[in-house]
């Protein structure tokens, strides 16, 4: 009897290493986007994205815009994390304050709750929805 209740406690607590080292690789590819926006780097943005999904070059000439016209800050605040270690379901808390490059242009904040999923592919996880992607 004790064999088993150690063997169910390891599996415990082994799913839950699992869970956190899932949850700190997702919460690692926005802190990476977020970073990206700041320093306007299109590429490092959009790599986070699977290229295969819907919307995904609308989003790229969104963002490229952006970027070209304005300094962006970014802050991410995770509200909702589900899914396991291959597909995982996102809720985050998204503040962008975008600034004019013209010095009499005006600075504009957004801030909307975002929907993410994300899969795993390979070693990567991917976004392969957004919404609403007019945010960008």
Known sequence: MRAIV?????VIVVVTCLFADTHADIIDVFAAMA????????PEFMGAFDKDMPGYGKLKT???ALMTQADVSSSIEPIKDEGDDSTRK???D?????????????????????HAE???QGKHWK????QPMEFF
């Open 90 to 92: 996102m809720d985050l």
């Open 6 to 10: 150690r063997s169910a406690a390891l």
């Open 127 to 130: 976004i392969v929805s957004l």
């Open 62 to 64: 969104d963002v490229t």
């Open 118 to 120: 994300l899969r795993k």
């Open 35 to 42: 970073a990206a926006l700041s320093d306007t780097n299109v």
């Open 94 to 114: 998204w503040f962008l304050q975008v600034r004019s490059l013209s010095q009499a242009g005006p600075i504009v904040t957004r801030r909307e709750i975002i």
